[in-house]
Every structure is written in structure tokens, then in C-alpha cells.
């Protein structure tokens, strides 16, 4: 066979679909992303401005060369015509610009990634992803992503480490359990309200950010509170934590991840008593109507807000459609700095995230818990604005 031959051959053959890290661009919703495209590009207001081709990013590089979206952008623009060295040292110019402080460095991290592989180099491919888990540590997809990059690199102990950390976060994926040949998980005990009560206290933690009260717990991993969105303002970033009973100076909790469509949010305080349980997220599935639910929480009373109360009712179903999102509607009772407590069966599991109140007595509604896994797992979800503060559970 000639050389002629053979490459025309090689040309034919099917190449490779690498995911694109700039096509699913919801990120550019970002309010600080958003805010530094109106200063970086003052004079290109309109939307379509930065489409790849009609953005002079190169000068505008030259004129703002210390913005990270601009060299974010340029690594975008170079990647798109498969031009994977130059693209990486753009997105390099990106992280170190940005230093962890926005989705810039997220996404960069995300097409480093991309464009390691795609040059076939396969150690630098590990390290983007590994500083991508870093930066989503709550993401089990990204784990996932890793494990199997790290297995395809032979290093079999670093991937199993990897897929354990996506199963603790997700334990809702039985392939992976049958991988890691991890047992189903014995049930807990029905436990009488005040046993019940007694275990989750330590857990249940109260936060406020700025007037706003509200409810969180500890879940996922230690250090990690699981609370609402809609209990902070878009620019918070830090909130006070307050651990059950304590007497003490607030913590201080830093504002890891929102959803404004789900509702929920995750906040790291790395200084929680390290005797808190983390409290097990299960999903709802297989519950009846008429099974006992509880929620737990610090409810307002005027401008006192009450210590750790628990409220006793039924699962009413666990699939209300409201405007397209799937609920718990539950018959408790839930007020002002309720929301963003859990709701919990009998075992003490939490089933969901309560978030929202009917103008009817006794009507709740609450997040399933089994949405926060596959909220972490989405990039575009990471920095999604979120609506003004509310202290009360939404109406």
C-alpha cells in the first residue's frame, strides 16, 4: 500500500467527538461574568457582540490583559478552530487571572481538559480534571469524569478513590455500586420523634445573611450545609452559621453553590462541630400518601426566632408539578425560618429541601433530595443568580 494510500485511508477514518466546553453557555448568565463583559466591553453592548468572529478579542485582550473572560474567550476562539496549544495557555492565562474566583476558572478547567485530550496527553488531561474536581468538589459527575479518565490511564487505586467519592455524593447509581461491589446500605431503625429529634439536633444548623433567617443541615460530606436559595441576596457570598443550642459567636459559611430554579444552595463551614452527623439524603420513591414526615427548623416568632422546633405531618404525594418542577407536598406546618430545613421520614433520611409554603394551613412543599445530586452534577447550574432574599418560605 502506498503512503498516498494510507493517508487518504487515515482521513476517512471516523474521528474522535471530544464534548465542546464553550457550547452549552448558560455560565455567561453569571452575574459577576455578566458584569465584567459590560466593563471589559463598553462599547459592544448588545448580545450577540460576542459571538466567536465578530469579537475583536485579541485587542481587546491587549486592552484589559488582565481579565479572565477575555482570555477565556480567546482560548474559545482558538479551540474552536482546533488550535489546542494555543487555547490551552489562554485558558492558563484565565485561571491564574481569575485565581478561583468566578465560573472563569471552572470552565477553563473544563476546556483544559478538553484540549489535553484531544492532543493526546493524557497526564495533563488528569490534572485538569483533578483541579476541576477540586474546584466542584460536590460534583459527582466530574468524579465520575476523573475515575474513568484515571482508569483508562491505568491507575486503578487513584479511580476507585474517585468513584467512592461519586457514590458518597450520588449514592442513588447502582452500576457504580455493583462496580465498587458496595452491599445495599441497611435501614435504619423507626425511631420514635423524640429519639429522632435528640439525633438529628446537632445537625440542624441556623443561618442568616444579612435580615434574612432561615434553616440549613448538615449532608453530603462534613463541613457542608444543605439550605435554600432563596434566603440570600444575589452578591452573597457569606453567611453566618449558628450549630444548634450554641451560645457562641456565629461561624462564619461560605456560599459554594446556588440553584435558583431548584431552590437550593450549599454552604462550607469547614469549623462544624465534627461530632455533627451528616445527615443521609434518600429519594422519595416508594413512599406512600399518609406516611409520617417531619420537618425540623427555627421558625420566627416576630423578631425572635425560635429554637430548634419540629413539626409532625403526612406525605401527601411525593410528585406535585408546580410550573414544571416536581415537589413533596407534605401536610405540616411551616413558617418564617423554616425554609431551607429538611424534611425527613421515619428513619430520620431526608427526603427533601422544604422551600415553599401554601397560602393554606398545613401545606408545604419541599425540594426531593434526590434533586440536589443531579443540581451538583450540571456546571451551568453552579453560578445561577438567585431571586432577592426572603425570610418566610415562599407563597
Known amino acids: 500500500m502506498s503512503l498516498v494510500l494510507a493517508l487518504l485511508l487515515l482521513q476517512d477514518l471516523p474521528r474522535p467527538v471530544l ?5 452549552a453557555d448558560a455560565h455567561r448568565n453569571d452575574i459577576t461574568y455578566r458584569s465584567e463583559m459590560k466593563r471589559v466591553l463598553p462599547l459592544l453592548d448588545q448580545e450577540e457582540t460576542r459571538a466567536a468572529g465578530d469579537l475583536e478579542v485579541r485587542d ?9 473572560l477575555l482570555h477565556y474567550e480567546r482560548g474559545c476562539y482558538f479551540a474552536r478552530d482546533r488550535k489546542w496549544e494555543r487555547a490551552v495557555r489562554e485558558w492558563e492565562e484565565a485561571v491564574f487571572a481569575d485565581d478561583g474566583r468566578t465560573v472563569v476558572s471552572v470552565r477553563s478547567f473544563e476546556g483544559l481538559a478538553v484540549a489535553e485530550t484531544a492532543r493526546g496527553r493524557a497526564d495533563a488531561a488528569i490534572r485538569s480534571l483533578e483541579r476541576l474536581a477540586a474546584a466542584i468538589p460536590l460534583s459527582y459527575r466530574i468524579h465520575n469524569r476523573l475515575a474513568e479518565a484515571l482508569a483508562g490511564a491505568g491507575r486503578m487505586e487513584k479511580a476507585r478513590r474517585a468513584w467512592e467519592r461519586s457514590f458518597a455524593l450520588n449514592p442513588g447509581q447502582p452500576d457504580l455500586q455493583k462496580r465498587l461491589g458496595f452491599p445495599a446500605p441497611p435501614k435504619r431503625p423507626v425511631e420514635e420523634l423524640p429519639a429522632l429529634l435528640k439525633r ?6 441556623r443561618l442568616q445573611a444579612g435580615k434574612s433567617r432561615f434553616t440549613g443541615f448538615i449532608a453530603l460530606s462534613k463541613g457542608w450545609i444543605v439550605t435554600c436559595a432563596h434566603g440570600m441576596e444575589d452578591e452573597t457570598s457569606e453567611v453566618d452559621v449558628r450549630c444548634a443550642g450554641a451560645k457562641e459567636a456565629a461561624l462564619k459559611g461560605r456560599v459554594h453553590f446556588r440553584d435558583a430554579k431548584r431552590d437550593l444552595a450549599v454552604i462550607h463551614c469547614p469549623d462544624l462541630p465534627a461530632e455533627a452527623p451528616v445527615l443521609p439524603l434518600v429519594s422519595a420513591e416508594g413512599m406512600q400518601p399518609g406516611e409520617k ?10 423578631e425572635q426566632l425560635l429554637d430548634l422546633t419540629p413539626s409532625e405531618g403526612f406525605l401527601a404525594t411525593a410528585h406535585r408539578d408546580l410550573e414544571g418542577m416536581v415537589f413533596l407536598q407534605s401536610s405540616i406546618n411551616v413558617n418564617p425560618g423554616n425554609s431551607g430545613g429538611p424534611l425527613v421520614n421515619r428513619l430520620g433520611e431526608v427526603i427533601g429541601v422544604v422551600v415553599l409554603k401554601s397560602y393554606l394551613d398545613g401545606v408545604a412543599f419541599a425540594v426531593p433530595a434526590s434533586e440536589l445530586a443531579d443540581a451538583l452534577g450540571q456546571l451551568s447550574a453552579l453560578h445561577a443568580p438567585i431571586p432577592s432574599s426572603a425570610e418566610a418560605p415562599k407563597k
Do not use: M, N, Q, R
Open 293 to 302: 414526615v417531619y420537618t425540623l427548623g427555627h421558625p420566627g416568632l416576630g
Open 60 to 68: 481587546l485582550v491587549e486592552k484589559f490583559p488582565g481579565s479572565p
Open 200 to 205: 438529628l439536633d446537632p445537625s440542624i444548623v
Open 19 to 23: 464534548p465542546d466546553p464553550f457550547a
